[in-house]
Structure formats: C-alpha cells, structure tokens
C-alpha cells in the first residue's frame, strides 16, 4: 500500500522514501521535534548510505570482471599469421591515379590521399595496418620481422609524403596546362595555393583522423577487451 504525504499529497512505494520525503521536504519544527525524531531521521539517513555504498560496490565488482586489458601488439601477435605483405611493400606498391587527383580539385589533399589509401585496401583481416575504435588514431602496423608494433610518427609521415608524391605529377600536368604565359590564370593561382596550404600539421592530422575512421574495427565484435 503506497504512502501518501497529508501536506503536499505525493505517494510514495516505500516507507523508507516517505520517511525520507517528510524529514527532508516538511522538516519537523523545534516546538513539535523531539530527540527520538532526529534519531530516527539519522537512522533513515544511515541506511539510505549504506544501500548507496552497497550498489557502488556492487557496480565496481561488475566494471573489474568485463574489463580485461590486454596488450593489442601481443593480441595481433597471437591471433593472426603470417600476412603476404608487410606494411612497407603495402604502401610502396601505392599509386596514384587522375581520379585520385579529382578528389583534390573537388575538395583537399586530405580527400585525395584517403581515396587513394581505400583503392588499396585490402581485407581487413589481412591488411597490413590496423586500428581499433576503443584506441582513438592508434595505429598497429606489420613490420618487416613480421611482427605487429604500434605505427610511429614517422610512418605517418611518410605515408603521408608518398601519397602526396604520387598526386603531384597530375597536379604539375594540371597547373602546367593553366599557366598562361602572359600572367598566371585564376585556376593556377587558387590551385597553387590550394596545394601548399594541404602541408600544413592541421591537413596531416585530418588524414590521420579519416584513415582511421575509414580503418578502424569494432573491438567488441572481436574480443570484449580494453586495448593498451
């Protein structure tokens, strides 16, 4: 039978709650208060805590049994074999294309590496670079002792610097047939400048951050583990 407050008319499921609502909402007055009031109010408040503590202990049990940390370069290690080909021969058979260039033309450098990047990707069990979702822009790439290793700034950089090798010979061709040879057109000024501004940290990081969205695997639909 529920509990009904006779000043503000709520009801309550529990006497604990009713108690609780009376002594915090419409606090007993110091004319009608008595010692044995404020015991009881202390007992209440005692017991409300000690649920509380309860359920936090409970909650944090729950939190240590599913979480298992787990090192991601053993993990790759152990789970998958030898791959046909390690990072380095996959990013130097890259190449680029004039498709890959119109990416550039209709939005940044950072489209055209991410276009060029995804027309060589290869499945995801047997790619060469890889990244999970609960390790935000961690990279892990097979190296040439055919061991997985965290990926390192400078193999950011230089994938970075290869892709943008390959575009170039479309965008030298481009701004070469733009060029008028009495004064540089609109088209080679905004596209000049479209490029140099591309190598800028800001551009790199974007492509970092759109390799990995484009790579990135749900870890709980491999494993239910916390990657290190």
């Not at 009608?32 to 109010?41: C, P, Q, R, T």
């Not at 009495?182 to 080679?188: A, E, K, L």
């Not at 000024?189 to 969205?213: A, E």
């Amino acid at each position: 039978m529920p509990y009904k407050c006779a000043l503000c008319e709520k009801s309550f499921i529990t006497q604990l709650d009713f108690k609780i609502h009376q002594h915090g909402i419409h606090p007993f007055s110091e004319k009608k208060g008595s010692i044995e009031d404020i015991l009881k109010m202390i007992t209440i408040l005692h017991l409300l805590l000690e649920n509380i503590m309860a359920m936090l202990h409970k909650c944090g049990l729950g939190l240590n049994k599913k979480k298992k940390q787990v090192d991601c370069c053993k993990y790759l290690n152990e789970k998958h074999g030898r791959l046909e080909y390690t990072y380095d021969e996959w990013r130097d058979t890259m190449t680029g294309t004039k498709g890959d260039f119109n990416y550039f033309l209709s939005d940044d450098l950072a489209s055209c590496i991410i276009h060029m990047i995804k027309r060589h990707t290869l499945d995801h069990h047997t790619m060469p670079i890889r990244c999970f979702d609960v390790k935000n822009n961690q990279f892990y790439i097979y190296g040439k002792d055919h061991k997985w290793c965290k990926m390192e700034r400078d193999d950011h950089l230089k994938l970075f610097r290869l892709c943008s090798a390959k575009i170039y010979p479309f965008y030298n061709e481009y701004i070469n047939e733009n060029n008028n040879c009495t004064g540089m057109s609109d088209i080679y000024t905004k596209t000049s400048l479209k490029w140099s501004s591309n190598t800028d940290d800001k551009m790199k990081r974007r492509v970092k951050k759109q390799l990995f969205n484009h790579l990135k695997e749900n870890v709980s639909a491999l494993v239910e583990i916390e990657l290190c």
